[in-house]
């Protein structure tokens, strides 16, 4: 156990409709990140919060927005969903932010939210 | 295009075995790469993770190469046990600290 949550385990739900995914990072993180597993694209980084903020931005899609409230637990948000959202999501944490150039940040995985889309 | 590759595709030893597995990236500008073991279904755990100035670097059974100059990873697993089975995923984080993650290698161990 990593120590990381994410809810719910499990999600279905049809093509348009928007839903929300949750993450509690492990006690004493800062940075939460998010990822997308699929099976044709593989794992693909979505976004990264430290403190509040966003830190880091990779593949997300417009239709995609995260947050990262106060008590630093982050919410990913998906709207007019399609059939090829469907896939594992990831949240990891870390405790530093994981800036370029300083000692890389050690994460930690989630069990992910797998989300079928019908 | 930053891309990371990694080979075989897949691979099946015999408990007790040695294997190397291969990663080859053109991620730049370069900031770490790490290793990461991920079961099926559960999210990925951390093996090793080097930065530019850093070799070699293991974790158990684990040892990680990294050479900077070639572009090149390669992940050992000495002495393999049955739950050594899983996929073996490389990921290069750039300066503008994107992660680019390689497709991973399939390892299954059998008895």
């Known amino acids: 156990d990593s120590g990381v949550t994410q809810t719910p385990k499990h999600l279905i739900t049809a093509t348009g409709q928007r839903v929300t995914l949750r993450c509690s990072p492990r006690s004493g993180d800062l940075s939460v990140y998010w990822y997308q597993q699929s099976l044709d694209q593989g794992l693909q980084f979505l976004i990264q919060?430290?403190?509040?903020?966003?830190?880091a931005k990779g593949n997300i899609l417009e239709r995609f927005s995260a947050q990262q409230f106060p008590d630093l637990h982050s919410e990913l948000n998906l709207s007019s969903l399609e059939l090829g959202d469907s896939a594992l999501y990831f949240c990891a944490s870390s405790m530093g932010p994981g800036l370029a150039g300083r000692a890389p940040a050690e994460q930690y995985f989630g069990p992910g939210t797998r989300l079928t889309v019908t | 295009k930053n891309q990371v590759e990694q080979s075989p595709q897949s691979l099946i030893i015999l408990e007790g075995k040695n294997c190397t597995l291969q990663c080859n990236y053109t991620v730049s500008p370069f900031s770490n790469l790490r290793w990461y073991k991920q079961d099926t279904g559960r999210g990925p755990v951390s093996l090793t993770i080097?930065?530019?100035?850093?070799n070699t670097k293991s974790n158990g059974r684990y040892t990680a190469t990294l050479d900077a100059d070639t572009k090149q990873s390669s992940l050992h697993i000495t002495a393999s046990q049955l739950s050594d089975s899983a996929s073996y995923i490389c990921v290069v984080r750039d300066y503008g600290q994107n992660f680019v993650f390689g497709p991973g290698t399939r390892l299954s161990v059998l008895p």
């Open positions: 919060y430290y403190n509040g903020e966003e830190r």
């Open positions: 080097m930065t530019f100035s850093e």
